[in-house]
């Protein structure tokens, strides 16, 4: 399965990126990472940090870099690269229960043509 995963500068990102190492391990995945800045981050450290964590982790992964809008250019991306599902980190837990969904999460889940997986 050819998997895009999004990573951000946030936790919740690098975690997306663990578990998309780990469950491609034990599939034989071929796992693309793309990343992007989430408000004022610095994308040469998102990318910085995602070079670090693959090679500590000893996986080889394709890293891209998203420079305009993440939502439109994730989905261009997998559409493009002919992905069999999108990884991104998931939403947040209200203090009702409910998950609150950031505007990328919500704009790739609304307009993808293949399986999304969110990773919290």
Same mark, same amino acid.
Request: glycine share 12%.
């Given at each position: 399965? &050819?998997?895009?995963? #999004? ?7 690098? &975690?997306?990126?663990?578990?998309? /190492? =780990?469950?491609? &391990?034990?599939?034989?995945? =071929? ?11 610095? @994308? +040469? ?16 992964? #394709?890293?891209?870099? /998203? ?5 439109? +250019?994730?989905?261009?991306?997998? +559409?493009?690269? #002919? ?8 939403? &947040? ?5 409910? /998950?609150? @969904? #950031? ?18």
């Amino acid at each position: 399965m &050819r998997v895009l995963v #999004g990573v951000d500068d946030t936790d919740r990102g690098m &975690r997306a990126l663990a578990a998309t /190492i =780990e469950r491609a &391990r034990e599939a034989g995945d =071929e796992v693309t990472v793309a990343v992007y800045a989430a408000g004022d981050g610095s @994308l +040469d450290a998102v990318e910085a940090s995602v070079r670090d964590r693959l090679e500590t982790a000893s996986f080889d992964a #394709g890293v891209e870099r /998203i420079t305009g809008e993440p939502g439109s +250019d994730l989905l261009e991306l997998a +559409d493009d690269g #002919g992905y069999d599902r999108i990884v991104l980190p998931g939403g &947040r837990r209200s203090p009702l229960g409910k /998950i609150q @969904l #950031g505007s990328t999460l919500e704009f790739v889940l609304l307009n993808a043509q293949t399986t999304v997986t969110l990773v919290r």
